[in-house]
């Protein structure tokens, strides 16, 4: 049997606990150090399959402003980010978008769609 430990700073709030997660054959064994539940689930997701929170803008023709805000729900694993905002970067969108709108379905192949998190109107 592997075992590991790693040590984090959980990201979830500004208390930012430190966090020991105990590991067995790639399975959490373990988690102390955090104050609440949502501690002991980022730690749980982080040491097995990290997740983060990308938001962004994607270029916008026609619209009142050039761009439209945009963000990927739900979040993309760690290792696909600069997949996933290189295929944001290419992406252009016509207004009107709506917020809630899928601008790009399966982004970069994660699951995620990269949706509008604010209306965009015609200019
Ligand atoms: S464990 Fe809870 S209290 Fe501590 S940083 Fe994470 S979210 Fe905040």
Same mark, same amino acid.
């Given at each position: 049997?592997?075992?590991?430990?790693?040590?984090?700073?959980?990201?979830?709030?500004?208390?930012?606990? +430190?966090?020991?997660?105990?590991?067995?054959?790639?399975?959490?064994?373990?988690?102390?150090?955090?104050?609440? /539940?949502?501690?002991?689930?980022?730690? /749980?997701?982080?040491?097995?399959?990290?997740?983060?929170?990308?938001?962004?803008?994607?270029?916008? /023709?026609?619209?009142?402003?050039?761009?439209?805000?945009?963000?990927?729900?739900?979040?993309?694993?760690?290792?696909?980010?600069?997949?996933?905002?290189?295929?944001?970067?290419?992406?252009?969108?016509?207004?009107?978008?709506?917020?809630?709108?899928?601008?790009?379905?399966?982004?970069?192949?994660?699951?995620?769609?990269?949706?509008? +998190?604010?209306?965009?109107?015609?200019?």
């Amino acid at each position: 049997m592997e075992t590991k430990t790693m040590n984090l700073t959980c990201i979830r709030c500004p208390m930012g606990c +430190s966090i020991r997660v105990e590991l067995a054959d790639g399975a959490v064994t373990s988690v102390t150090g955090n104050t609440c /539940r949502r501690g002991e689930e980022y730690a /749980r997701t982080e040491a097995v399959a990290p997740v983060r929170t990308v938001t962004s803008t994607v270029k916008a /023709r026609g619209g009142v402003r050039p761009v439209v805000a945009v963000k990927a729900v739900p979040d993309v694993p760690k290792q696909s980010i600069f997949a996933v905002m290189d295929a944001i970067r290419a992406a252009k969108v016509c207004a009107p978008v709506h917020i809630g709108d899928v601008l790009i379905a399966d982004v970069a192949g994660t699951g995620s769609n990269v949706v509008a +998190s604010a209306d965009l109107a015609k200019a």
